[in-house]
């Protein structure tokens, strides 16, 4: 019940934005030129909260617009009512709605909209990843020179932009191509899904994490911070791919950060 229920909020809120896309809506900042939030954002992080109160009364709660609440519950929903806020904005139709369910620390299961597409990735743990209602796993390249990557940079990017870069750098020599889509839910679907074959970022929040984690994990792929460990969703170094092109992935970030591989 639970599963569906998540399903069923992650595409009124996926509505509710598309709907907000088409009708002015204003743009505040937060904090500093590049860390935007729009009523779209408040509208639609509301919408799920309330929801949860009144469906799950008593779940703990950990959202990007309103911070927090009992976040030692046994279950935690962890929110980011409109990923890609600044494409959002500006009219990029590349953002999404992501929400993710966690019991006693574990994400069980997740669901990110790309609302613009109208397609919900979703994943239950131990029961596969879907994009609707079709089964997606990762993609079964295993050579970088045949690879699609993909990155994002943090609204703080300015104060890291050298190891930022220089793991760029080290990307750009040797992969097909990378892109950069400024959603990072929609950068963990499109891995789970086989589009891109690998993802790294800095400085990511929670929520940003959350939902897309369970999805690659479970299309196949493999979720780790840069030193290789399993990724928590508080990790500020995250590291994605199919598997394959993890290890080569790896000694590339560790070469470029001058770490040890």
């Known amino acids: 019940m639970m599963f569906e229920k998540l399903l069923e909020i992650t595409a009124q809120a996926s509505s509710f934005v598309r709907e907000k896309a088409l009708t002015p809506f204003t743009v505040e900042f937060k904090t500093g030129e590049m860390n935007l939030v729009t009523d ?4 639609s992080e509301k919408l799920i909260i309330d929801f949860i109160h009144k469906n799950f009364p008593g779940h703990g709660i950990l959202a990007e617009e309103s911070g927090g609440e009992d976040q030692n519950a046994e279950y935690l929903w962890v929110i980011d009512p409109l990923d ?3 494409n959002f904005a500006h009219g990029l139709p590349l953002y999404a709605v992501s929400i993710g369910v966690m019991k006693n620390g574990e994400t069980i299961m997740g669901a990110v909209a790309d609302v613009s597409r109208g397609i919900i990735y979703s994943a239950e743990k131990g029961g596969g990843a879907y994009a609707n209602n079709k089964r997606i796993t990762v993609s079964s390249r295993s050579r970088l020179e045949e690879s699609l990557l993909v990155t994002g940079f943090p609204y703080d990017v300015r104060e890291h932009a050298d190891p930022i870069l220089n793991v760029l750098g080290g990307f750009l020599k040797t992969a097909r191509g990378i892109r950069r889509l400024g959603s990072a839910a929609l950068d963990f679907c499109f891995i789970a899904q086989g589009v891109f074959d690998g993802y790294w970022e800095m400085h990511l929040q929670s929520w940003d994490i959350c939902a897309g984690q369970i999805i690659v994990e479970e299309a196949g792929g493999r979720v780790t911070d840069f030193a290789g460990n399993r990724l928590s969703i508080f990790s500020k170094e995250i590291l994605c ?4 092109i993890h290890p080569l992935m790896h000694k590339i970030i560790a070469e470029s950060l001058g770490r040890n591989s």
Do not use: F, R, V
């Not at 791919?241 to 394959?244: D, E």
């Open 40 to 43: 779209a954002d408040k509208g």
């Open 241 to 244: 791919s199919n598997g394959l």
């Open 84 to 86: 890609g806020t600044t």
